[in-house]
């Protein structure tokens, strides 16, 4: 089916590949300032064409077809994509930074990866040269940039430019969206789960229906933003950031009034439940509640639920949370010093400047019949800044964990996985690594 945009467009030629791989030869050169020229590509039909790995980079493709392009790995920095056509295009983990994308349809196109720091996604008027060097518009119409049902999970959109644009149902999961300028944007259906959106400008930008677990929402600008029906359980804000937002039918955590019964009931039950194997009491289940700053230090709560719930700032030194299910929970700041965490869950939860000190997060050994180790989930967990110290994380699985700036010494690290984790500036000193897996971990310096 054709779209509005094709009866905008002009006629575009289709290059040979032989004439294609001489622009991209001469294209090269210029790149490494050895002579040749810059790729002037401009409104040619490259569909399907492979281009993977090339250097585009600075390269001239306004109005050009790429719709289904291959284009993995490809450097298109500061490239001129005005009005370009992407549909469809893989642009895994293509390089996009300060490129001009304005007008540009990257509907369902594949960005997983992609480099697009101050890229200008911005709305365009499409040009076309006229015979007498001048310049006539294509239409009319200024063209918003179109991402809808686009894949940009883990794509990096840091300080990119996408006011007014369309992205609808599009998939950001873990995008990097920090200081990205995205006011009155349409994002409505999308899923932002786990994205960094800290300081984005959401000025009236439509987010309804989308999912925002664990997105970061930290110094957003949220002026008559729409998270209408918007799911942002586990997502790291300050409320105060909601005063304008229109949050009719969202999702956010619940107030500690909303229980059925006072928190303190809920906790001395959970303790018989935990005593009596569950022969008494009811397991405490804190899901989506907001538990900021309470003293909960020294309490039973082994497996617990406090699913996407907000413990920021809370006291929970000398806790037992063994097997509690932490997923996506806001732990910033919180005290846990010396609590038994073994075995709990905490994947994608937040511990920014978390006190952990001699905790315990090793595997729990569950015996009987159906004998089996229950490791620490700490994987894509935030843990910058922390204090680790001592702390024992034998087996844990801390893949693609964020342990920026985290002091770590003394701590026990034997079997654990380390898979893509960050540890940038981290304190290491005395700490045990056998057997630990750290591929692809980055900023190691052993």
Not at 125 to 152: H, I, N, R, Y
Not at 265 to 286: F, M, N, P
Request: charged content about 25%; aromatic content about 4%; some cysteine.
């Amino acid at each position: 089916m054709s779209s509005p945009r094709d009866a905008e467009q002009p006629p575009r030629r289709r290059p040979s590949p032989h004439s294609l791989n001489e622009a991209l030869r001469a294209h090269e050169l210029f790149r490494q300032r050895r002579g040749g020229r810059r790729a002037d590509l401009r409104f040619l039909d490259l569909s399907r064409f492979d281009l993977s790995w090339r250097d585009l980079s600075e390269a001239d493709l306004t109005g050009a077809r790429l719709c289904h392009a291959q284009l993995l790995g490809t450097r298109l920095g500061a490239a001129n994509l005005y009005g370009s056509d992407l549909r469809g295009a893989n642009l895994l983990r293509a390089v996009l930074a300060k490129a001009d994308l304005r007008g540009t349809c990257l509907r369902a196109a594949v960005l997983t990866e992609a480099d697009l720091r101050d890229a200008d996604l911005r709305e365009g008027l499409l040009v076309t040269p006229t015979a007498d060097g001048g310049l006539a518009p294509v239409s009319f119409d200024v063209c918003a940039t179109d991402m809808v049902a686009a894949k940009a999970n883990h794509a990096d959109l840091s300080r990119a430019r996408l006011a007014n644009g369309f992205a609808m149902q599009t998939d950001l999961t873990n995008a990097v969206l920090r200081d990205a300028r995205l006011g009155n944007a349409n994002l409505s259906g999308s899923n932002l789960t786990g994205a960094i959106l800290e300081g984005a400008d959401l000025t009236e930008t439509n987010l309804a229906g989308a999912v925002l677990n664990g997105a970061d929402l930290r110094r957003a600008r949220l002026t008559r933003t729409r998270f209408t029906d918007a799911n942002l359980v586990g997502a790291l804000y300050d409320r105060t950031l909601f005063e304008d937002a229109y949050l009719a039918g969202a999702r956010i955590a619940k107030p500690l009034g909303a229980l059925e019964v006072p928190l303190d009931t809920v906790l001395r039950r959970h303790d018989s439940w935990v005593k009596t194997d569950g022969r008494q009491g009811v397991r405490a289940d804190l899901a989506e509640f907001d538990l900021g700053g309470s003293d909960l230090s020294g309490r039973n709560l082994a497996a617990a639920v406090f699913r996407c719930s907000v413990l920021s700032h809370a006291r929970l030194a000398g806790a037992s949370l063994a097997t509690a299910d932490l997923t996506l929970a806001d732990l910033r700041n919180a005290d846990l010093a010396g609590a038994d965490m073994r075995g709990a869950n905490l994947q994608r939860a937040t511990l920014i400047g978390a006190d952990l000190s001699d905790a315990r997060l090793g595997p729990v050994h569950i015996s009987g019949s159906m004998a089996f180790v229950w490791q620490t989930d700490l994987s894509h967990a935030r843990l910058a800044g922390a204090a680790l110290a001592r702390v024992d994380l034998r087996q844990a699985q801390l893949m693609n964990a964020d342990l920026t700036g985290a002091d770590l010494r003394d701590a026990n690290l034997s079997g654990a996985n380390l898979k893509g984790a960050d540890l940038t500036r981290v304190r290491l000193d005395r700490c045990v690594f056998a057997d630990t897996d750290l591929t692809d971990a980055v900023g190691l310096e052993r």
